[in-house]
Structure formats: structure tokens, C-alpha cells
């Protein structure tokens, strides 16, 4: 199977919980519309409880996203946290068979 085939693009608006499997992620965007700082927390974890991994600020109107040159690993699940306002994250990512 060609990994073009296997890796999703999601695009969520609120917290949630993306993968309880372990996953890797290759990139994400988190845009923000609110006339204030709109912060995003990104947890290796099916909820907040888990392991913070980043958090992610984009300003009016504007977007944080991140590229990374190697995919990054969520071991225990992938869980984005809309910690303040936040319009939406796009997330690019393979999910883990364990």
C-alpha cells in the first residue's frame, strides 16, 4: 500500500480526541479567526490528561502551522485541545496498526 493512500487529513473545530491509536503526524494548522489570541494544546493522549506535546497560538486572523521533517510520534492517541476561542486545526497524519 502506497503511504499516499494511508495518511489522513482531518479537520476538526473543536477539542477532541482525533486517534486513540498511536499516531504520527506530519504536519498542522491551527487557524485562528477571533479578534484575540487563539491557543491550541496538542496532547500525546486520548484526552488533556495526556502527555503535552506543543501548543500552537495563531492571532487574529492569522495561522500557526507547523511542517515537520520527520513525522512526530503520538504514542498513547492524538488529542487537540481548543484551549482559547480557535477556529479550526487541519491535521495531516498515519495511523499506527500496534
Not at 26 to 38: R, V
Not at 41 to 52: F, L, P, V
Not at 55 to 65: C, E, K, P, R
Amino acid at each position: 500500500m502506497y503511504e499516499s493512500q494511508i495518511i489522513k487529513v482531518e479537520r476538526v473545530t473543536a477539542s477532541v480526541c482525533l486517534c486513540k491509536t498511536p499516531v504520527f503526524v506530519y504536519s498542522i494548522c491551527a487557524i485562528g479567526l477571533a479578534q484575540t489570541d487563539n491557543t491550541y494544546k496538542i496532547y500525546d493522549g486520548q484526552n488533556s490528561e495526556g502527555k503535552h506535546k506543543f501548543t500552537m497560538v495563531a492571532g487574529a486572523y492569522q495561522a500557526d502551522f507547523r511542517l515537520f521533517a520527520a513525522p512526530v510520534l503520538f504514542a498513547k492517541g492524538l488529542y487537540i485541545d481548543f484551549t482559547t476561542h480557535g477556529e479550526e486545526v487541519a491535521v495531516q497524519y498515519m495511523e499506527i496498526n500496534p
